[in-house]
């Protein structure tokens, strides 16, 4: 990948003196020696035995992996997704050592608000795309122009072009430091966050360390900041009619969380297999893509093969599969401690979206002693993919939150 030295500067491409003195633009142009080597690498799998594991119940099917890869060979396009990304205006700059990626698009109405939309793993910045023109240009979807945000969606350090991070220590609570120095430069001194998975847990500690910062927060998911220090919400939090919530959380953890535990631990020995081999990349992250997301078994009711590789080739193509899993090293070795004691531990007002197939949605009454919670919207259908599933539902309601808070 390479910064370009000169870019034509698009229609609501940023423009402030400040941008302009600490970032470059960037456009991905991924050499043809890394595409015909990735070619020869599939075309060199050697494949695992498989048997009785139809319903995935020993991990990722590996007739459906070869059917996808078959189809990686002979039918997908990057090219075709490269120019897709490069259609926004992408920047790249650097905080405290660490390369932060980024796309900015500035919104097209009277006074659009800056929101920040903070991805997760195994995610990248380009699971929200389907979002990024309803939000920054409301008027052309079928909205209102006054619902209008500029949008910063950066990839997390170590994530897909934010790399090479070769700077340790860093994690979620200090990823919303590097946020809150990136919307600075872009001259955002208040600003509008989203996330989800890691996003989410950004964004809520941005709802934490500072509410003066944030004029809100969103997110699909909801879990405790200090999670990885061992906070989860008390069984007697859960109202009767929220027992499919708990019974969906304690599942997770004990029978979905052996990459966590691999990757909170020894991250680098996995970094080994996944950074050499394509198909055991797309083995890891597809499972994942399938078990989290509201598609009853069928991956592909939600995701379609090119969306499908196109995560699997940015983390590819980056080289970012050791860094992306040593997040989770990061947070379990530093984990994260309040800055103030006060209640709600989330003091910036507070949006949740619940979709039911969430892997992880802590129950209403803790929600309400956590959160200064301000909406909350149950809806019929969606996963832990939210804006990506349901791209509709996250616009809507992001929408609808933030204009509450005018």
Same mark, same amino acid.
């Given at each position: 990948?390479?910064?370009?030295?000169?870019?034509?500067?698009?229609?609501?491409?940023?423009?402030?003196?400040?941008?302009?003195?600490?970032?470059?633009?960037?456009?991905?142009?991924?050499?043809?020696?890394?595409?015909?080597?990735?070619?020869?690498?599939?075309?060199?799998?050697?494949?695992?035995?498989?048997?009785?594991?139809?319903?995935?119940?020993?991990?990722?099917?590996?007739?459906?992996?070869?059917?996808?890869?078959?189809?990686?060979?002979?039918?997908?396009?990057?090219?075709?997704?490269?120019?897709?990304?490069?259609?926004?205006?992408?920047?790249?700059?650097?905080?405290?050592?660490?390369?932060?990626?980024?796309?900015?698009?500035?919104?097209?109405?009277?006074?659009?608000?800056?929101?920040?939309?903070?991805?997760?793993?195994?995610?990248?910045?380009?699971?929200?795309?389907?979002?990024?023109?309803?939000?920054?240009?409301?008027?052309?979807?079928?909205?209102?122009?006054?619902?209008?945000?500029?949008?910063?969606?950066?990839?997390?350090?170590?994530? %897909?072009?934010?790399? *090479?991070? !070769?700077?340790? @220590? /860093?994690? =979620?609570?200090? +990823?919303?430091? &590097?946020?809150?120095?990136?919307?600075?430069?872009?001259?955002?001194?208040?600003?509008?966050?989203?996330?989800?998975?890691?996003?989410?847990?950004?964004?809520?500690?941005? %709802?934490?360390?500072? *509410?003066? !910062?944030?004029? @809100? /927060?969103? =997110?699909?998911? +909801?879990?405790? &900041?200090?999670?990885?220090?061992?906070?989860?919400?008390?069984?007697?939090?859960?109202?009767?009619?929220?027992?499919?919530?708990?019974?969906?959380?304690?599942?997770?953890?004990?029978?979905?969380?052996?990459?966590?535990?691999?990757?909170?631990?020894?991250?680098? +020995?996995?970094?080994?297999?996944?950074?050499?081999?394509?198909?055991?990349?797309?083995?890891?992250?597809?499972?994942?893509?399938?078990?989290?997301?509201?598609?009853?078994?069928?991956?592909?009711?939600?995701?379609?093969?090119?969306?499908?590789?196109?995560?699997?080739?940015?983390?590819?193509?980056?080289?970012?599969?050791?860094?992306?899993?040593?997040?989770?090293?990061?947070?379990?070795?530093?984990?994260?401690?309040?800055?103030?004691?006060?209640?709600?531990?989330?003091?910036?007002?507070?949006?949740?979206?619940?979709?039911?197939?969430?892997?992880?949605?802590?129950?209403?009454?803790?929600?309400?002693?956590?959160?200064?919670?301000?909406?909350?919207?149950?809806?019929?259908?969606?996963?832990?993919?939210?804006?990506?599933?349901?791209?509709?539902?996250?616009?809507?309601?992001?929408?609808?939150?933030?204009?509450?808070?005018?």
């Amino acid at each position: 990948m390479e910064e370009a030295s000169s870019v034509e500067t698009p229609e609501h491409a940023p423009t402030r003196p400040q941008e302009r003195d600490n970032m470059e633009p960037f456009r991905v142009d991924v050499p043809d020696d890394v595409l015909n080597d990735l070619q020869t690498r599939l075309k060199l799998t050697r494949w695992t035995d498989d048997f009785a594991n139809e319903s995935w119940q020993y991990g990722t099917n590996t007739a459906y992996l070869k059917d996808l890869v078959s189809y990686w060979i002979a039918s997908y396009d990057w090219r075709e997704h490269e120019r897709a990304i490069n259609a926004y205006p992408q920047f790249r700059t650097e905080i405290d050592g660490v390369p932060i990626h980024f796309i900015h698009v500035r919104g097209n109405g009277p006074h659009p608000k800056p929101l920040i939309l903070s991805h997760g793993w195994p995610w990248t910045f380009w699971e929200y795309h389907k979002v990024i023109g309803p939000l920054s240009d409301p008027g052309s979807h079928g909205g209102d122009p006054a619902d209008a945000f500029d949008l910063v969606v950066p990839s997390l350090p170590g994530y %897909g072009f934010s790399t *090479p991070l !070769r700077k340790p @220590g /860093v994690n =979620f609570w200090r +990823t919303s430091g &590097l946020w809150v120095t990136l919307m600075e430069r872009l001259g955002y001194p208040r600003f509008a966050a989203h996330g989800a998975d890691w996003g989410a847990l950004i964004t809520a500690d941005l %709802g934490h360390r500072y *509410p003066e !910062r944030v004029m @809100g /927060v969103h =997110f699909p998911m +909801t879990l405790p &900041l200090d999670l990885f220090s061992g906070g989860v919400p008390a069984p007697e939090d859960y109202d009767a009619d929220e027992a499919p919530l708990s019974a969906r959380l304690q599942n997770f953890f004990a029978t979905e969380s052996a990459y966590s535990a691999l990757q909170s631990t020894k991250p680098q +020995t996995i970094a080994a297999a996944l950074n050499d081999s394509p198909v055991g990349l797309a083995s890891w992250i597809l499972e994942k893509q399938r078990s989290w997301s509201d598609c009853n078994g069928d991956v592909e009711t939600r995701f379609n093969k090119d969306d499908l590789l196109t995560t699997i080739m940015i983390y590819w193509i980056t080289q970012s599969y050791g860094t992306s899993a040593r997040y989770y090293y990061e947070a379990a070795h530093d984990p994260w401690a309040p800055v103030h004691d006060r209640v709600p531990v989330v003091e910036a007002p507070v949006g949740i979206s619940v979709l039911p197939e969430e892997i992880c949605c802590a129950p209403r009454r803790w929600a309400e002693r956590y959160y200064n919670l301000k909406q909350r919207r149950y809806h019929s259908s969606g996963g832990h993919f939210a804006a990506w599933e349901e791209p509709q539902t996250i616009i809507t309601d992001v929408r609808d939150f933030f204009r509450s808070l005018n």
